[in-house]
């Protein structure tokens, strides 16, 4: 199955285009450079149906590996847009950043969610940091990467981690 054509109706658009109605004024301080710098891009998820349903912000852009912190709005979670944004954005990182050759995303142990989301998409997981996201007024909570390579998405194919410690 290759990841790297299969359609969406997600596309993602300059957050200066526009601003939808609950974001208004966050787009005010987007365009004013809150989101966006020579290592940061912020876009609007678009869905052809639904319009705005969230934000992708990329992140160490100057880096062969960066990364993404992707917000659907709260009333489109749980409708599974998160599979066709994440392969809209990491669509648009490699046709757009001929520099990257891996591109990752972290989430918390609890967002069942957007592991599902990585996984579907033939995302690996990386890493498990263990008591590395803080939670206000609780115990920190595990950290997990996943990460896919450019070569996997324009092949269609998963390598996976090589987990053994040969020879200790």
Same mark, same amino acid.
């Given at each position: 199955m290759r990841t790297s054509t299969q359609p969406t109706a997600t596309t993602i658009s300059s957050c200066s285009a526009y601003a939808p109605g609950p974001v208004r004024n966050r787009a005010m301080s987007i365009d004013e450079g809150a989101f966006e710098n020579d290592e940061t891009r912020s876009f609007w998820l678009d869905h052809a149906d639904l319009g705005c349903i969230g934000l992708v912000r990329l992140e160490d852009l100057e880096d062969p590996t960066p990364l993404?912190?992707? $917000?659907?709005?709260?009333?489109? $979670?749980?409708?599974?847009l998160g599979v066709e944004a994440l392969r809209a954005v990491t669509r648009h990182v490699f046709e757009h950043f001929g520099e990257v050759t891996r591109f990752e995303g972290r989430t918390r142990e609890d967002n069942l969610a957007m592991r599902r989301t990585f996984v579907r998409c033939g995302w690996v997981k990386e890493a498990h940091y263990r008591e590395s996201w803080p939670v206000e007024g609780g115990a920190p909570l595990a950290s997990v990467a996943y990460a896919t390579l450019r070569r996997d998405w324009e092949s269609g194919t998963t390598t996976p981690v090589p987990w053994e410690e040969p020879g200790l």
């Amino acid at each position: 199955m290759r990841t790297s054509t299969q359609p969406t109706a997600t596309t993602i658009s300059s957050c200066s285009a526009y601003a939808p109605g609950p974001v208004r004024n966050r787009a005010m301080s987007i365009d004013e450079g809150a989101f966006e710098n020579d290592e940061t891009r912020s876009f609007w998820l678009d869905h052809a149906d639904l319009g705005c349903i969230g934000l992708v912000r990329l992140e160490d852009l100057e880096d062969p590996t960066p990364l993404f912190d992707l $917000r659907l709005a709260e009333e489109y $979670r749980g409708k599974g847009l998160g599979v066709e944004a994440l392969r809209a954005v990491t669509r648009h990182v490699f046709e757009h950043f001929g520099e990257v050759t891996r591109f990752e995303g972290r989430t918390r142990e609890d967002n069942l969610a957007m592991r599902r989301t990585f996984v579907r998409c033939g995302w690996v997981k990386e890493a498990h940091y263990r008591e590395s996201w803080p939670v206000e007024g609780g115990a920190p909570l595990a950290s997990v990467a996943y990460a896919t390579l450019r070569r996997d998405w324009e092949s269609g194919t998963t390598t996976p981690v090589p987990w053994e410690e040969p020879g200790l």
